[in-house]
């Protein structure tokens, strides 16, 4: 028969592993929680990116990181003047982070001669480019754009690759952007420091 010191012994010992058994549950628990809402947030809540080159000059610099915004695009519809970002196949094969701003519609046609953007034959309003445009590329003939289609233009308007760019067979190239490419709206630079803050 035990006596008292060896069941005090053992409850003790029992509630030692006992308190030791849940919390290995609560840390795997909030371990499996966290990689949720982690998975969670970098699918459909936001994500970071760098900036590589000038294309988008004076919004964003070559090696800026922002925070990509990809919640409301799941609600509502881009809108002009949107900067978004999209994937884009180099030559290379490598697969890059576009950054470009949402200068066409859906159901627009759009046409740049002269250095003047035209919707619909109406001269565009805007001051995000950083100089006069030289060439509209594809876009000096009327480009009618389709549903759920984007044109999309960089603010350095004579150094981006965009919506504009013609191939070495002289076709359109990147083209109109669906927006099932869109990952999402450009939203707050983090970095570097000086210049945090949102994207207009």
């Known amino acids: 028969m035990k006596d008292s010191e060896d069941i005090k012994f053992d409850i003790d010992s029992s ?4 308190r030791l058994r849940n919390g290995i549950l609560e840390v ?4 499996a929680v966290a990689l949720i809402l982690a998975f969670f947030i970098i699918n459909f809540v936001v994500q970071l990116t760098h900036v590589g080159g ?5 919004t964003l610099s070559n090696n800026d990181d922002i925070a990509v915004e990809k919640f409301s695009y799941h609600f509502s519809e881009p809108k002009r003047f949107d900067v978004i970002v999209f994937p884009y196949k180099e030559d290379t094969g490598e697969v890059r982070n576009y950054i470009k701003r949402i ?3 859906p159901g627009e046609t759009i046409q740049i001669k002269d250095g003047v953007i035209y919707i619909d034959e109406v001269p565009l ?3 995000f480019g950083f100089e006069t445009i030289n060439t509209g590329g594809w876009a000096e003939e009327p480009v009618e754009i389709g549903y759920n289609e984007y044109f999309v233009l960089g603010d350095n308007r004579n150094n981006s690759k965009d919506s504009r760019h013609l191939d070495a067979n002289g076709k359109s190239d990147i083209g109109l952007i669906s927006k099932d490419e869109i990952i999402g709206k450009a939203w707050f630079r983090i970095y570097p420091i000086g210049k945090l803050g949102k994207i207009e």
């Open 103 to 105: 200068v066409g519609l």
């Open 15 to 18: 509630k030692k592993t006992s």
């Open 28 to 31: 795997t628990i909030c371990a």
């Open 54 to 58: 000038s294309s988008m000059y004076p």
């Open 125 to 127: 309003e805007e001051d």
